[in-house]
């Protein structure tokens, strides 16, 4: 049974999260029996729900034998408790429910290590449930089973969470290896312009890397199809570029998960462009579009330059205006992954950009600067080199920062 409160800060219609809701239960293996909803200023602090509600709930979960209760908001620790033993049933909060789904899609190490060390974390100061997990995670057993009725005495409690501190410990240290690792494969990718795709999970992302790049990404009608970082080479119009596609982001994503999800999300962070991929047909647009920039604020990503793709064209009513539903988030390419419409132009764009920012530039450096003529030489590629009165004149590759660093010598061209 899905609970549900109508709250006066949240994130998006009511109706539409719980719709979200009932699809990521499903997602988690999870058959939806009902959806009970009710407006408040603010949760009871003491149980999430009032007294009446919780017998309204309690009593409704009896007649349709319900055997879990998720919560469409995160709860405190003593909220999930005291919710739980008033209503004698599992309890579990929207952030869990995502955790969980991100646990089981999660196919490589990194993406196994991180949602485990969100869950852990989450799952710390709720105790109760921290045996369960960890004799899950141990087990290889899915998980289920009631936390309180199989509460294990405090001393157990206690090895428990000391050695959930030691796992804790132990995943931030692969992760700090993983990511070491991973700036180094990024940095001697040296020039090749980068872009990233980003958006909401479900708007089709991985079918645009796909269709841009001839790749065979999972993409599929579900919440939380990709949860790795995938990147492909691109070459248009002569111009090499890469594209990665990486996990989709919710509404009110754990914070937990972001964290951990920081080695995933580099690609995003370095990209030289984000692709911003909205699914132009929902009626949640505006709900979604603002859900991404929240995330990409919140890890540091929401400078990058954007650009606006407008996907799923194919899907929009007739009767709508795509070219005014995009000039009103401030315009962009309008697409359609599916039938390749749009797709010309996207690739056009991608080429023009990475050509102005990473094709060659040519640089005139006075001999006296002979440290930058060393630079250039040393972190580019040189195509001629010509010495000249006024110096060494080079026609050059160079990585971004380099090209800031000689920006005094750059020759403009015209
Ligand atoms: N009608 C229509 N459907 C599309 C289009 N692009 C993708 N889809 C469908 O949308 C669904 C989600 O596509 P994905 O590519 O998996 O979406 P994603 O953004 O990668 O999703 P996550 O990895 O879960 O974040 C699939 O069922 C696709 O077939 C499109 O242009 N038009
Ligand atoms: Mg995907």
């Not at 990058?304 to 899907?315: E, G, Y």
Request: aromatic share 4%; with cysteine; glycine share 8%.
């Amino acid at each position: 049974m899905l609970v549900g409160l109508d709250l006066p800060d949240l994130h998006g219609g009511l109706a539409e999260r719980l719709e979200e809701l009932a699809l990521l239960a499903d997602t988690a293996g999870c058959d939806t029996l009902a959806a009970v909803t009710q407006a408040r200023d603010k949760p009871d602090t003491r149980a999430y729900l009032g007294k009446g509600k919780i017998e309204e709930v309690a009593a409704l979960a009896e007649e349709l034998e319900a055997t879990m209760i998720i919560v469409d908001s995160e709860l405190t620790p003593s909220q999930a408790r005291n919710l739980e033993e008033a209503v004698n049933l599992r309890v579990v909060d929207r952030t869990q429910l995502i955790l969980e789904i991100f646990s089981r899609r999660a196919s490589t190490r990194l993406a196994r290590d991180q949602v485990e060390l969100a869950q852990l974390q989450y799952e710390l100061p709720r105790f109760r449930r921290m045996w369960t997990h960890l004799s899950r995670i141990e087990g290889g057993a899915r998980g289920g089973g009631s936390g309180t009725a199989r509460g294990p005495g405090e001393r157990q409690l206690e090895v428990d969470r000391r050695r959930a501190r030691e796992r804790i410990h132990r995943l931030r240290q692969r992760l700090q290896e993983s990511e070491a690792q991973k700036a180094v494969a990024n940095a001697s990718r040296g020039s090749i312009f980068t872009a990233s795709l980003v958006g909401y999970t479900n708007v089709g992302k991985s079918t645009l890397m796909n269709a841009l790049t001839g790749t065979e990404l999972l993409a599929e009608n579900r919440l939380f199809a990709t949860l790795d970082a995938t990147t492909r080479r691109l070459t248009v119009d002569g111009q090499e570029l890469l594209l990665s596609d990486t996990v989709g982001f919710i509404r009110d994503l754990p914070h937990a998960l972001v964290a951990s999800f920081h080695a995933t999300l580099a690609e995003v962070r370095e990209a030289d462009l984000l692709l911003h991929v909205v699914d132009i047909a929902s009626p949640e647009l505006d709900e979604q579009i603002a859900a991404v920039r929240a995330v990409l604020t919140e890890i540091e990503a929401h400078e990058q330059p954007t650009l606006m793709v407008f996907n799923k064209l194919d899907a929009l009513d007739p009767g709508l205006d795509p070219e005014g539903i995009a000039a009103r988030h401030g315009g962009g390419l309008l697409v359609s992954a599916q039938t390749g419409e749009g797709l010309d132009a996207l690739r056009a764009e991608l080429a023009g950009r990475a050509r102005a920012e990473h094709g060659p530039v040519e640089l005139l450096i006075p001999y006296s600067d002979a440290r930058a003529a060393a630079q250039a030489e040393a972190r580019g590629q040189v195509q001629s080199r010509e010495y000249e009165d006024g110096g060494v004149r080079l026609v050059v590759v160079l990585p971004a920062e380099d090209r800031a660093r000689l920006a005094d010598y750059v020759v403009q061209p015209g």
